[in-house]
């Protein structure tokens, strides 16, 4: 792109889809003009800031631009490899009908500082190396909780995850590589209990 910086990031910025996350190093220069870049469009309500470095371009509405969801910023920090934990993830599965006051993500790497409704923990880089998904993450993390965090029977829970292995929003032999490095016993032994009562989890991996 040529002209000055200011223009650079006004048209990287506009041809940016609706609902999208933008970092001022995704773009090449000085950091100082394009931080300032950055500023002067969300002073015009065309980026809202999220944090230093990290914005969001929404859609116009009567009442200004509207706002990422609490979740797409929760993950979009805790980046690859992240997902919910605690009663959030049995929220992502759709195994409790309650909402956390804080969404707790889990990340494969240093936590970031909290943000907002949103506090981070740590887990082991094997599942950034393995590329988990949210969904992936969450199920690991109800595992990790256990019975306690979901609405009903455990047994649901044992459905949903074979219907989402299914539907291939899942993988099974990932989660199964995944388990085995994982060093909370409770994930490990609700594994297997799960693929017990489940065998299609296991044809699968």
Do not use: N
């Not at 990932?174 to 044809?203: F, I, M, N, T």
């Amino acid at each position: 792109m040529r002209g000055s910086i200011a223009e650079r990031v006004v048209e990287y910025v506009a041809a940016l889809p609706e609902r999208s996350f933008v970092e001022v190093r995704d773009i090449d220069g000085p950091r100082g003009p394009i931080e300032s870049a950055f500023s002067r469009l969300a002073a015009k309500g065309e980026l809202w800031r999220v944090r230093k470095g990290l914005y969001w371009k929404g859609a116009p509405t009567r009442l200004g631009m509207s706002r990422p969801r609490r979740e797409e910023v929760a993950l979009r920090l805790g980046g690859p490899g992240s997902g919910p934990a605690g009663v959030a993830a049995s929220l992502w599965l759709g195994v409790t009908s309650q909402v956390p006051a804080t969404f707790v993500v889990a990340v494969p790497r240093r936590v970031p500082s909290p943000w907002r409704h949103v506090r981070f923990t740590q887990r082991s880089v094997e599942r950034l190396l393995r590329g988990l998904t949210p969904s992936e993450v969450a199920v690991l993390e109800v595992l990790r909780a256990g019975p306690a965090i979901v609405e009903g029977s455990w047994d649901r829970f044992g459905e949903v995850v074979a219907q989402l292995a299914e539907d291939g929003e899942v993988r099974p032999a990932v989660l199964r590589d995944q388990v085995a490095d994982e060093h909370h016993s409770g994930v490990r032994s609700r594994w297997s209990q799960l693929c017990d009562e489940h065998p299609s989890l296991l044809a699968a991996a």
